[in-house]
Structure formats: C-alpha cells, structure tokens
C-alpha cells in the first residue's frame, strides 16, 4: 500500500508544472491566440525562478520571478503577434528558441548550485493519516495552487461575463470586435496570463521536482502542455483528467519496467502521444458535444480603424 | 524597422553560437559539442578537456566550439562551418554525429577528424572512447558491499551495447560480493530529462533499491538518493555537491590527456587515423574519490581499481554466462574480445529483465 501512497505522490509531482503550463495556455488559445512558445517560457521561468530563490533564499519569491519572467516572454510574443500581426505558429515557434537561448545565458552562474526545495505541507494527525494523510495534506503549496488556478479558470471562463467576453474573442473576432470589445487588448492580457502561467509551471521545476537548474531542464514539456490542450479539447475539466493521465502514464511505465513487466518502455513513452491524437480523430469525428477549436484560433486580427 | 529588428536578432544569435579567439598562423581546433557546455556531464567534461587543451598548448592552437548541436544529419551542417572556418582537426564528440562526421570527412580529405565513441573510420577519421565498463565494474563491487536491500536501482539511458556492458560489468562485479544480488532496471529513453531521471530514481528507490546507479546525464537521480537516504554513483563528472552524503564515487571522463596527444600529433605532422579505446591504465576516465563507505569496503574498490589499471582482472573474465544460462563463446582467450563488449546486446545471468528488443 505504501507503494501505491508513492506512485500517486510522484504522479502528483510530474503532473504539476504540466497542469499549471496548459492551465495557462488553455486560456491564451480560448482567446484566439496561438502561442507555441509555452516550452520558451518555461526554461526562462525556470532560469529566473531559480536565480531569484538562489539569490533571496525564498522559494515564494523565486516563484514570483519565474512568473514574472514568463509574462515578460509572452510579451514579447505580443508585440509581434498581436501589435505587428506577425504570423503567430512562426512567432511562438521563434519564443521557443529564444527562450532556451536565454535561459543558458540567464542560468549560466547558478549552475550547479543547490536550493532547498519547497517545504511540503504538514499538518499533525491529518498529514499522517495512513495511505491517502500525505496526497491530501502533505504536497507542496504548487499542487494545491495549481488546482485552485483551473478552477478559478473555469469559473472565470463558464461564470462570468468577462470570460464569455473573452471566448468570443477566440470564436469571431470581428463580431466581438463589432459590439465594442477591444479584442487585441483582451489577447495579450490572455498571452500575458499563459506566459505567467508557463513561467510559474518552468519555476517549479528546480524550485520543488529537483532543486537545481541544469540548461533544457524542462526537456520538452511545454510541447506537452501544448499537446494537453488539444487533448482536453480546449476544457478545463478535460485538462485536469489529461494532466493527470499524462502524468500517471509517465510515472507508471518507469515503475513497470523495475516490475519487469514485458511492455517496451518506448511504446510506454509514446502512449500520451498517442492517446491525443487518438482524442484529436475522436472530436472531430463526433459531431454534437465535445466543443472544438476556438473558432478563430491562430488567425491574425488586424481590426480597421 | 522591422527588417532592422531582423536583422539585428539574426546578427545575435550567429554571435551566439560561435566562440572563437583569433590569431594568425596558429593550428586552428574544432570541437562539436552535443549539450550546453554548463550540463555539469558529457559536454562539461569535453569542455574542461577543452579548457585543458588551450592552457597546455595555447601559444601554438586556437580553439573554437560548437554547443548544442543536435545529433543527426543536421550536424553535417555545424562541422561544415567549423571546417570552412580553417579548423585543421575537429573533434565531434557524441556518437550520433558518425555519419555526418564520415560524409564531412570524405569531403575534406585534409581536414583530421575525431569522432567519440563511435565505430566507423577513415584515412582522416579517428574515432577515440573509453573503457568505463571497467569502471562499472568498481561500482558493482561497492555497491554490493553497501546495499542493505540487496536491491541495485539502474537508470539506463538506451540499450545500446555501451549501457548494457556497463550493467552486465556491475552485476558481475557485485555477484562477487553477494551471489543473490538482484538490479532493477529502468530505460530512461533519454540522455537528458532531469524530471524524469528523478521519477525513475523515486521509482527504483518505492521498489526496494537502494543504491542508485545512472547512465543518463543530469544529477537529478543523486539529488533523489540524497533525499531519501541513499546511496548513488555520478555519472561523467563530479556530482558529490548534489549528495554530499550520498555519492559513493563517479566514474569522471578525463579527455585532456588524449585531447593534448592528438593535437601534439598534429602539431608535429604525426596525426594518423586511429582507433582508441582506453581504459584506467591509459586515463580515458578516472574514479571520482571513494566517498561516504568504510574503509574495508574502500579496499576492495581501491584494490579493484589497481588490479584493473595492472591488467590483472578483466571484468569481462571467461567464462561469462548469459541469461539463459550458456556460457558465451569466449574470442578473446582469456576474456570476452573487445568486439564482444564493444557490440554487447545480451544480460548476464542474475538479471531477472529482459533487454529490449531482445
């Protein structure tokens, strides 16, 4: 049992930065805008986020810098996405390699240095409770912060006026553009939040998964947090059963192999992959339910003046 | 204006990717490296031979590398610059850059090469590796003597023979010490993914192991073994600064005695192709110190060690039994051949796993 209390937490821990990165990227693509530079925006919060606890020895104010950090990339990609209306897969793609650039540059003095990780939560007689006491009450404060932010996510997306403001952003701009919203305006506070989002998720990587920062340490996973919100069809109830399934199937399959279960560990790795396209044929061959794309998504908006 | 941003961010990130002093007449060296040189493994290593390099020779070289160049035939491209930019040998250092390194090679016949770890050769291709199956060998051993669960945890990267000679050469070593010694086995499929590394050292350690060993790059999986109390071996440098308390030894890549060697070579017109594959005696690797075990248990690694740089044991000692429970041909007389170890697709007998692919 106790074997089964460990897989959960790591899968807890794996499924965290993708989570919180998707989070922010779901809401980002909801408002029409494509962002592919989620991966950038990651390793430059992780290099910011790092440094900052490094050099303050707070975890808290790491956290911050990696957020801000992000915002601060995803601004860049809305200046040209949105301000010079720049071709949006090319621009993120751009954030990408500009990002893992500038996280080697940024990173390079803290590299093999330590931090102390951030402390898990822990509360007497409930934290000990056998089996479910530390998945419940004892994980780090991201875990807890990462699921309050989708639902605050799909509170503000199904629940609120702005939210339905901004779908109708990503669904028809002109329209939305036509009854007086100020639809480049609304993106890039949606760019902004994916980019503090990608940031905080890059930050938890060397701040609670493994406490130090190596260049290309999130090795891939904002293209994972990409693939999830394709894989949740753009909902954030979806995203949060994605994120954990991603999660488990990483964590499970390296389990399997020490069980010397006879599954080759490469099919194991790919399965996340393949469940998402499988997904991605599934939606679009259903034709009620399952909400699609954002209708307008990855399209310029130049409105005229 | 936004051809000048342009042009500007094209002009950055070509000043990016080079680095390069310039002097006349001097013999210029190349190297291609597959990581950023700040991974604190492989390239890290490559680079401080690198560094090693220049303060040896510096008056008569000048050195230029390449950093994060993908494996594949991509890199074709990066030797390329590094050629046409005068470089006279260049070292290409991770074995996914063989091909292009061969097609580069046919096409400059002057231009010396060295490429890692690899198999193919030419008239101006060398390939250089080291013997760190012997090294594995000592890990066996102290890891044997210093698990209490008689359970090894193994992060393997891929099963390619280099892996897997280093995993049949520890649980030889450690049946030594314990006949009932028992490893678990994760393939990692990756060279680099400290996230995940750490997943598979948490895995191995939920199972019951408690000595970790690695043959993926990043420190993640020590950090772990720190973490939980126990023990683990770094992989390619020193990593004791991630588990003080935790790491026994590492096996460090120590290129500079080979680096200065080939270069001198060329320096004086000697250069020829070559096929090198040294071990401790001839210091293509070292042992980080024996840290964090007792004394006796140091002995045994400390005399391992002497017996293996005297040329008196050979991990790979006839006869070897594999999985099945044949014994595997000996063609190296007393030992298994280079060839057998250097194309090693089998487990030793005691391995309760399946290679893959097998």
Not at chain 1, 166 to 177: I, Q, Y
Not at chain 2, 21 to 46: E, M, R
Not at chain 2, 47 to 60: I, T, Y
């Amino acid at each position: 049992m106790e074997l089964v209390e460990a897989i959960i937490l790591s899968v807890l821990a794996a499924s965290t930065p993708l989570l919180i990165a998707a989070t922010g990227e779901l809401v980002t693509e909801r408002s029409g805008v494509l962002n592919l530079g989620v991966e950038g925006m990651m390793i430059v919060g992780a290099a910011c986020g790092f440094g900052g606890a490094w050099l303050t020895g707070s975890i808290f104010i790491g956290a911050l810098f990696g957020i801000v950090a992000g915002t601060l990339m995803s601004l860049v990609f809305a200046l040209m996405a949105l301000g010079l209306a720049v071709n949006q897969v090319a621009t993120g793609l751009a954030l990408t390699i500009l990002g893992v650039g500038l996280s080697g540059l940024i990173g390079a003095r803290f590299v093999g240095e330590r931090i102390t990780p951030a402390a898990h939560l822990h509360i007497p007689g409930l934290t000990d409770i056998p089996l479910i006491g530390r998945i419940l009450f004892g994980e780090d404060a991201f875990v807890y912060f990462s699921l309050a932010l989708i639902i605050g996510v799909w509170w503000f997306l199904y629940r609120t006026r702005a939210g339905l403001i901004l779908r109708a952003c990503g669904d028809n701009h002109v329209s939305a553009h036509a009854l007086g919203y100020p639809v480049l305006k609304i993106r890039m506070l949606a760019v902004m939040f994916g980019g503090a989002c990608a940031g905080l998720a890059g930050a938890y990587l060397p701040l609670a998964y493994t406490p130090f920062f190596i260049p290309g340490m999130t090795a891939g996973r904002g293209w994972i947090a990409l693939a999830l919100v394709v894989f949740a069809s753009w909902r954030p109830g979806r995203l949060v059963i994605g994120a954990y399934l991603f999660g488990a199937v990483t964590i499970l399959q390296l389990h399997a192999q020490g069980w010397g279960v006879g599954i080759p560990s490469q099919f194991m790795s790919a399965l996340p992959y393949l469940a998402t396209v499988i997904v991605l044929v599934l939606l679009s061959r259903a034709r009620t339910g399952g909400s699609t794309a954002p209708a307008a998504l990855g399209t310029v908006f130049v409105p005229d003046r | 204006m936004r051809k000048t941003l342009l042009a500007l961010a094209a002009g950055l990130l070509l000043a990016g990717s080079v680095s390069a002093a310039s002097a006349a007449d001097k013999l210029k060296v190349g190297f291609i490296y597959l990581g950023p040189v700040g991974d604190l493994g492989w390239t890290y290593q490559h680079e401080l031979a690198r560094q090693a390099l220049v303060k040896e020779l510096g008056d008569k070289i000048e050195t230029t590398f390449l950093e994060n160049v993908p494996e594949g035939p991509d890199a074709e491209r990066s030797i390329e610059q590094l050629v046409r930019a005068g470089n006279k040998l260049i070292f290409t250092t991770s074995f996914g850059y063989m091909d292009p390194t061969l097609k580069v090679a046919k096409k400059y016949p002057n231009v010396h090469f060295e490429h890692a770890t690899g198999y193919k050769r030419d008239k101006n291709m060398s390939t250089y590796s080291a013997k760190w199956y012997q090294g594995r060998y000592i890990q066996g051993l102290i890891a044997a003597k210093m698990s209490k669960s008689g359970v090894l945890g193994y992060i393997g990267s891929f099963p390619i023979p280099e892996v897997v000679s280093g995993i049949n050469a520890t649980i030889l070593a450690a049946q030594t010490i314990n006949p009932n010694i028992k490893v678990k086995i994760i393939w990692a499929n990756t060279w680099f993914d400290p996230g995940k590394e750490a997943d598979a050292a948490k895995a191995l350690i939920d199972q019951g192991a408690d000595v970790i060993m690695q043959h993926t790059d990043s420190p993640a999986a020590m950090q772990i073994a720190s973490e939980r109390g126990k023990f683990a071996f770094g992989q390619d440098s020193e990593m004791i600064k991630f588990g003080p308390k935790t790491q026994l030894t590492s096996i460090l890549d120590t290129w500079a005695p080979y680096y200065i060697a080939r270069v001198k070579a060329e320096l004086d017109g000697s250069w020829k192709s070559e096929d090198s594959w040294g071990g401790l005696d001839s210091h293509m690797f070292a042992m980080a110190p024996y840290t964090n075990m007792p004394d006796d248990v140091k002995k045994i690694a400390e005399d391992a060690q002497a017996a293996i740089t005297a040329g008196k044991l050979h991990p790979f000692k006839c006869p070897v039994i594999g999985q099945d429970g044949k014994e595997i041909e000996c063609k190296g007389g007393a030992n298994l051949a280079d060839g057998q170890i250097l194309g090693m697709n089998f487990y030793v007998k005691g391995i309760d796993d399946k290679l893959p692919g097998k």
